[in-house]
């Protein structure tokens, strides 16, 4: 079984900072990743997803994640955040086949201040 | 790409009355649906999936139930809510695990 664990449930920083938001898994088999971000009463909207290739992959509004393998680790990450970026953000695993839903983290909410 | 409708948006019901939530895709055939409830503090929980028209399957049991009468419609339904019930709920689908889901923009359901 697959199962993703989200290391912190609040992230508070100031607006230009740097961020991280940590993500692992666990699994017996290989495994697509992907982040959500999830604003105030929304559905969730897709930042970035690996599939293969490169580990460093970089998707919507200036974010990127590193996958790390040997970690079982797909952390994200933003140079500079802004207030818009405050929401929570979800981490996903979903086993390689067509039909298996994807396995959420508990969210790390992300809030930006000034 | 994928559109995805949901409505009601927000609903208030009494304990004891029944549901029926719907949500459409646009954009994509034979897509895999999805129902997500998400509660506060507590990530999103499957609830049921479907790979096809009449396919339901239900990853928790209690006394929600899902159909799937079309393609690209996909219904959760109660005859009896609960105050458990209260939370937001999400579709979501998707046209082959590595593309990632596509969620709709949720619906917001209080049990009073």
């Known amino acids: 079984a697959q199962s993703v664990t989200q290391l912190d449930s609040q992230v508070p920083v100031f607006e230009e900072a740097p961020v991280e938001l940590r993500c692992n898994y666990s699994s017996s088999v290989s495994v697509y990743l992907f982040w959500y971000v999830q604003y105030p009463n929304q559905g969730l909207q897709l930042l970035l997803k690996y599939l293969s290739g490169s580990t460093l992959v970089k998707g919507i509004n200036g974010f990127e994640a590193e996958f790390n393998k040997s970690q079982t680790s797909f952390h994200l990450r933003k140079p500079s955040v802004h207030i818009s970026d405050t929401a929570e953000y979800f981490c996903?695993?979903?086993?390689?086949?067509?039909?298996?839903?994807?396995?959420f983290g508990k969210g790390t909410t992300l809030s930006v201040s000034s | 790409s994928q559109t995805i409708h949901q409505w009601p948006a927000t609903l208030v019901q009494p304990v004891g009355s029944p549901l029926s939530l719907e949500c459409t895709v646009e954009g994509t055939s034979n897509p895999n649906l999805y129902w997500y409830r998400q509660a506060a503090g507590r990530g999103l929980q499957l609830l049921f999936y479907?790979?096809?028209?009449?396919?339901i399957s239900s990853e928790v049991p209690q006394n929600l139930s899902a159909s799937r009468p079309q393609d690209r419609q996909f219904i959760l339904s109660s005859k009896k809510l609960l105050l458990s019930d209260s939370g937001f709920y999400l579709c979501?689908?998707?046209?082959?695990?590595?593309?990632?889901?596509?969620f709709g923009p949720g619906t917001r359901l209080t049990v009073t």
């Open positions: 979501a689908a998707d046209s082959g695990g590595y593309l990632g889901q596509y």
């Open positions: 479907s790979v096809g028209i009449g396919q």
């Open positions: 996903a695993v979903s086993v390689i086949q067509a039909g298996t839903a994807l396995i």
